[in-house]
């Protein structure tokens, strides 16, 4: 009995525990609302992948995920846990607004495109940069300071779309002026809004699968588990923390380019639209490989192209199963970061506590 409770708190058994945990619960809740298993998942891979546009469409909301999930995944293995990829996303879009904006559309698509995409990417570093060193140099906890952040962008954005950037021809809902042409991202040619990041994430990919065989990645899994042991070998504290966040926030803020250029084509204040949270769970579902990333994220991204396929087809049980599902896949994944945390701490905690008490 021990020995299964060890086996338990693994990784991979933690996953497969979630995953069965998560799975009996959907179903449950499908059988609650009067539907049938078997015709829920025929309207599930119907809706998200039965056609070329329902293909379309769930390749273009995983994008932005995966590339949140490849630049968070490197913090996560450290074991430093940022949740900033919200409002990380949100500054990245509002800077290539701006940028955009302020120089119109007297310039090529190739010189454009590029300078958007590094426009949002430094803003998005930016943005964790005071997290980061509050974490390096003050031991200040990173889930509170990224999730602080996260609200700052989000009243930063409010204030600009009804102010500096708000559109001068006016408009019901707060929203920028249309991005110029140029900077916006060029549509595949396929049915649906699947657009030219699809390029870019497959690039990323295939980069993080080259690095991903060097001396880094054994660094963050051995900073993780023993930080002293990872500073003897050259990855102290502060190049652990620095590092990492300000890729994680990079790549947030090129995510926040990617929906607003690819898809929004405007700066609207539900331009994160949850994508930053989702990528950390995406990345610890896919055990922070670049491979499990993309599979991952196209799978969390079904849940909700697929859900009006599960409506559809059983009649009865409602379109919002698809946000339940992802919310139960959030859970898991914050439930894999906590164990492993709170089993790292509890040596710890049980030194400080007087002999009588341990």
Do not use: C
């Not at 060097?214 to 002293?228: E, N």
Request: hydrophobic letters at 55%; zero cysteines; glycine letters at 14%.
């Amino acid at each position: 009995m021990t020995d299964l409770i060890r086996s338990l708190r693994s990784g991979p058994a933690l996953r497969v525990t979630y995953a069965l945990a998560g799975a009996a619960i959907l179903g449950a809740l499908i059988l609650a609302t009067g539907g049938q298993l078997g015709v829920a998942a025929g309207g599930w891979f119907r809706g998200a992948f039965g056609t070329g546009y329902a293909v379309s469409q769930t390749l273009v909301y995983a994008l932005p995920i995966a590339v949140v999930a490849l630049g968070v995944s490197g913090a996560l293995r450290a074991g430093i846990i940022t949740v900033g990829a919200e409002g990380q996303m949100i500054v990245g879009a509002i800077a290539a607004t701006a940028l955009s904006l302020g120089i119109g559309p007297g310039v090529p698509a190739w010189i454009a495109l590029p300078l958007g995409a590094l426009t949002g990417a430094a803003a998005g570093a930016a943005w964790s940069l005071l997290p980061a060193l509050g974490r390096a140099r003050w031991g200040m906890n990173e889930i509170l300071a990224t999730l602080l952040a996260n609200y700052l962008a989000g009243y930063l954005l409010k204030y600009l779309l009804r102010t500096d950037l708000r559109n001068p021809a006016g408009s019901a809902t707060p929203q920028s002026a249309p991005i110029p042409e140029p900077f916006l991202l060029p549509q595949l040619p396929v049915a649906g809004r699947l657009h030219a990041g699809l390029l870019l994430v497959l690039l990323i990919i295939a980069v993080a699968l080259y690095l991903g065989r060097g001396k880094r990645r054994f660094l963050l899994d051995v900073y993780g588990q023993r930080p002293l042991l990872a500073a003897r070998a050259g990855l102290g504290q502060t190049r652990a923390v620095l590092g990492t966040m300000l890729v994680s926030g990079a790549f947030a803020g090129l995510a926040g380019w990617m929906q607003l250029m690819g898809v929004d084509e405007r700066l609207q204040p539900g331009v994160s639209a949850g994508i930053g949270f989702a990528g950390i769970a995406v990345a610890v579902l896919g055990r922070y490989h670049p491979l499990g990333i993309l599979a991952a994220a196209v799978v969390y991204a079904s849940l909700t192209t697929g859900a009006n396929g599960i409506q559809v087809a059983t009649g009865s049980t409602p379109a919002a199963v698809g946000t339940v599902s992802q919310g139960i896949l959030l859970l898991a994944a914050a439930l894999i970061l906590a164990v492993p945390r709170a089993r790292r701490r509890t040596p710890q905690i049980r030194k400080a506590l007087p002999d009588g008490q341990r």
